[in-house]
């Protein structure tokens, strides 16, 4: 396996941010847009099937190297080496790849989840997840997203 830029299916590859480094809620000018971090990426199957290795989805989830999903908070022209510029951080403690962690390898932190589930700049599905496990430990069962679907 050999990835190249997009390979994985992300819209923009960033050199010098990792996981560690972004926070949700993050907001970064990128050419004429602005972007606002909203969740971790989630891998699915289609990572598996596109690399031809079964359970790549699920070694990236557990990675914690998933990327994240940005909204568009104004659009604007963007092209390839523009540079991504933090301009405002509202959340500090909510890092990737803690977020990443309380999804799933810490699923019976239910007081964590409930903590999370708060934070009003992460996506809605992950804030309803969060609070549902808070609430009364239910987990949600990642087979359908991370097995690949049979070709029946």
């Keep these: 396996m050999d990835p190249v830029f997009g390979g994985f299916g992300e819209n ?13 809620g ?6 004429e847009a602005q ?3 909203s969740q971790p990426r989630r891998p699915c199957w289609n990572l598996s099937q596109r690399w031809q290795v079964r359970d790549l989805a699920l070694h990236v989830q557990n990675s914690g190297k998933t990327g994240w999903y940005f909204r568009v908070l104004m659009e604007g022209c963007v092209q390839s080496g523009a540079s991504f510029e933090l301009i405002k951080r509202p959340n500090p403690k909510w890092t990737i790849a803690i977020v990443n962690e309380i999804m799933y390898h810490r699923e019976q932190d239910r007081e964590v989840a409930e903590d999370l589930s ?11 997840a969060l609070s549902q496990r808070a609430k009364d430990g239910t987990i949600q069962d990642a087979g359908k997203r991370l097995d690949e679907p049979s070709s029946a």
Excluded: K
Excluded at 12 to 24: A, G, K, P, R, S
Excluded at 122 to 128: A, D, E, F, I, N
């Design 35 to 37: 972007l606002q971090v």
């Design 12 to 24: 923009f590859t960033i050199d010098e941010l990792e996981e560690n480094l972004v926070c949700i």
């Design 118 to 128: 708060s934070c009003t700049l992460l996506s809605p599905g992950w804030r309803t």
């Design 26 to 31: 993050d907001v970064y000018r990128v050419g």
